[in-house]
């Protein structure tokens, strides 16, 4: 399996429809991926609050038309990070979008941890409720954004839910990169799934990036991390190598804590 994680610049001199076309252009490029992943909120900034009202759209809005069009032109299937999503009977969201090769939107996903402590995100913006598993060709995905990535209940959640590589999208910031990355790492390991994970790079109102999308096996090895800057990190991995992996080691089957029935989306 092939997939492209695109590392996209997110800067405040350019206006939001310039970067849904410019982003756009960049999914068609990654023709010949079977996936492509998109970071959280790169239509506006993880950390451009103030954005979030103005630049809020339905969930079939500008960004879900443009990377349905993206996704369809280049025969991928892509999650195409989030968007402020505006609910026309509730609040805010933030709001993963995954597309099929024909351009249909297969899943989305509200973010369920927001961040901000009381503050942003956490008081600007609806928790969603449901977990997601999105069934492709050859892997099963789940869906997780950017803060999400702390809580490991959630993670379980969607490996019990049928979940082999697990998805995050995030606007990450600079300051806890190392963070970043030994929580990637955690995650892959202890779910022993691969787990791909898409940063925005740039500048979100005065918030230096992270950068470094990176993408790990279920050993826990890094496949491959990008810089800091804008970015296309293409891997290719075995996504039979989640069944292996759980047969050879089944730590898996010896949970005693936090067992429940398996939920499936």
Excluded at 222 to 243: R, S, W
Aim: aromatic share 8%; with cysteine.
């Amino acid at each position: 399996m092939r997939a492209s994680v695109i590392q996209i610049a997110v800067n405040e001199d350019e206006p939001v429809e310039a970067r849904r076309q410019r982003a756009a252009a960049m999914v068609r490029d990654q023709a010949g991926a079977d996936l492509v992943v998109l970071p959280e909120l790169w239509t506006t900034g993880a950390f451009a609050y103030e954005e979030f009202g103005r630049e809020a759209e339905p969930l079939e809005g500008p960004t879900c038309e443009a990377m349905a069009k993206a996704a369809s032109d280049a025969g991928v299937w892509l999650h195409a990070g989030s968007i402020p999503e505006r609910d026309p009977d509730g609040p805010l969201y933030n709001t993963s979008l995954v597309f099929t090769p024909s351009g249909d939107l297969a899943a989305a996903y509200r973010k369920i941890h927001r961040f901000g402590f009381d503050k942003g995100e956490a008081v600007l913006m609806g928790a969603g409720t449901e977990l997601v598993t999105v069934r492709l060709p050859a892997t099963t995905l789940g869906l997780a954004t950017c803060y999400d990535l702390r809580f490991p209940e959630l993670f379980r959640g969607l490996v019990d839910a049928g979940a082999e590589t697990l998805v995050v999208s995030a606007g990450w910031p600079e300051r806890r990169r190392s963070h970043w990355t030994l929580l990637a790492q955690a995650r892959a390991v202890e779910n022993q799934s691969f787990l791909l994970a898409c940063a925005t790079a740039g500048t979100h109102a005065g918030v230096p990036q992270s950068g470094h999308s990176i993408v790990v096996d279920p050993w826990g090895e890094v496949l491959a991390q990008a810089g800091a800057g804008e970015e296309v990190l293409t891997v290719e991995f075995d996504p039979g190598k989640v069944a292996t992996t759980r047969e050879q080691f089944p730590a898996l089957k010896d949970r005693m804590l936090g067992l429940q029935p398996p939920r499936r989306t």
